[in-house]
C-alpha cells in the first residue's frame, strides 16, 4: 500500500468516524445524564488514543519544514540501505568531477607539449620569436 492510499483510507475512517460520533451524539439527548457522561468519558478516551498514531503517521509522510514541503521517511527511512543510497550520487557526483578534472590536465598538457614541440623542431630559435621585429616580419609575409 503506498503513502497515498494510506492516507485517503486514513482520511476516510477520519470521515466514519466523525458521521459515528455526529450520529451519537443526536441520541444523547434522550440519554440519562449518567449514560451520557460514560459515553463523553469513552469518547475522549477513544479519540485521545486515535490521535497521537494519526498525526505520527501525517508527520512521518511529510513535513513543511520553511515554506518547502519535505518527504520525511520517519523510522522506517534510516536503515543501512537507504543511507548508502541517499549517499551514492553524491560520491559519484565526485568521482565525475575528478574524472573531468583529470582529463582536462591531461588535454592541456598535451596541447602545451605540442606547442613546445612545434617550436623545439622549428627552423627558427626559440628567441626569434622574442623578438620585436618578428611581428613585423609576419604582418609582411616573410619576402
Not at 475522549?44 to 508527520?59: C, D, I
Not at 515554506?67 to 523510522?75: M, P, R
Request: aromatic content about 6%; charged content about 20%; overall charge negative.
Amino acid at each position: 500500500m503506498t503513502t497515498i492510499e494510506a492516507t485517503q483510507s486514513e482520511q476516510m475512517q477520519d470521515r466514519f468516524g466523525r458521521l459515528l460520533a455526529a450520529r451519537l451524539s443526536v441520541g444523547t439527548a434522550e440519554l440519562g445524564y449518567d449514560i451520557a457522561e460514560r459515553l463523553r468519558a469513552a469518547r475522549v478516551q477513544a479519540v485521545a488514543k486515535r490521535k497521537p498514531a494519526a498525526l505520527r503517521r501525517t508527520a512521518a509522510a511529510v513535513t513543511n519544514s520553511g515554506g518547502a514541503a519535505t518527504l520525511n521517511f520517519g523510522d522506517e527511512g534510516q536503515s543501512l540501505w537507504n543511507r548508502i543510497a541517499s549517499v551514492l550520487p553524491l560520491v559519484a557526483l565526485v568521482a565525475g568531477l575528478f574524472v573531468i578534472q583529470i582529463a582536462q590536465d591531461e588535454r592541456r598538457a598535451h596541447e602545451v607539449a605540442e606547442v613546445d614541440a612545434a617550436l623545439l623542431t622549428d627552423d627558427l630559435p626559440p628567441a626569434a620569436y622574442a623578438d620585436p621585429g618578428f611581428l613585423q616580419f609576419l604582418k609582411t609575409g616573410g619576402e
